[in-house]
């Protein structure tokens, strides 16, 4: 009898010793919550008609062959900006880091021509860019000798009702990322979109689909195909 209750003494105190390391384990924490998908309406970006296409084609083709090198905006031959102090980039293959960065109105009128020492240019507000105008705007080489400007590309500052249903859409999604992106999309304002993407992926560069979503916006336009590439590239390899 001694046996037995000793026995059941020392199976009553490991069930609750089991019970107690149970309780005390962490629960594993939750899996990451996945980004809402955005929908792309990849029509919207790209605003030049087929003939403007069809030049620049011609004219890209053209210079490529000659061997003179150029800078590459990245951005469609013209596109939209919801901000009135939108980010102009562009890549070059040589070595320069010094370029001339130009704008105009839509009368060809000389707005701003500034030295720039790097790949992008910030238009600032004192430029005076306004909802509802169209500008043009090219980058060069500051050296003459490093190559030729880029293709001209033509910028528009949505305004008028589009302008305002795109306000109405921002405030509704508030602080959501996601939300404000989509907003962006639907709108179909290049230059605000790449933003959004760009400090969105500096934020979190291991996420595959910002990076696919980034990609599938450059492959919109010819003159963004380079970096679509990389992006989709990027976003294979992070998924393996």
């Not at 105009?104 to 430029?127: K, P, T």
Request: neutral net charge.
């Amino acid at each position: 009898m001694g046996a037995l209750r000793l026995l059941a003494c020392v199976l009553f105190l490991t069930a609750i010793s089991f019970a107690q390391a149970k309780q005390a384990s962490p629960s594993p924490p939750p899996p990451p919550a996945k980004r809402p998908r955005v929908n792309v309406d990849l029509a919207k970006f790209e605003r030049a008609d087929a003939a403007a296409l069809a030049k620049q084609a011609t004219v890209g083709g053209a210079t490529r062959g000659s061997g003179d090198r150029f800078p590459q905006p990245l951005a469609p031959m013209s596109a939209k900006s919801y901000t009135t102090t939108p980010v102009f980039a562009w890549t070059y293959p040589g070595p320069t880091r010094k370029f001339v960065f130009t704008l105009n109105d839509a009368d060809g009128n000389e707005l701003l021509r500034e030295s720039v020492n790097g790949y992008e240019y910030r238009a600032l507000a004192s430029a005076g860019l306004a909802p509802g105008k169209r500008y043009t705007w090219t980058v060069q080489p500051e050296s003459a000798t490093s190559g030729p400007p880029s293709p001209e590309l033509t910028m528009e500052i949505v305004g008028g009702t589009e302008r305002k249903n795109l306000e109405a859409a921002l405030a509704n999604a508030g602080g959501d990322d996601t939300r404000r992106l989509q907003a962006l999309v639907d709108a179909g304002v290049w230059y605000d979109t790449v933003a959004a993407l760009n400090e969105m992926i500096a934020a979190h560069p291991g996420d595959a689909d910002l990076l696919e979503l980034r990609g599938h916006v450059f492959e919109k336009s010819e003159n963004t195909r380079s970096a679509a590439q990389r992006d989709l590239q990027r976003a294979g390899e992070l998924r393996k």
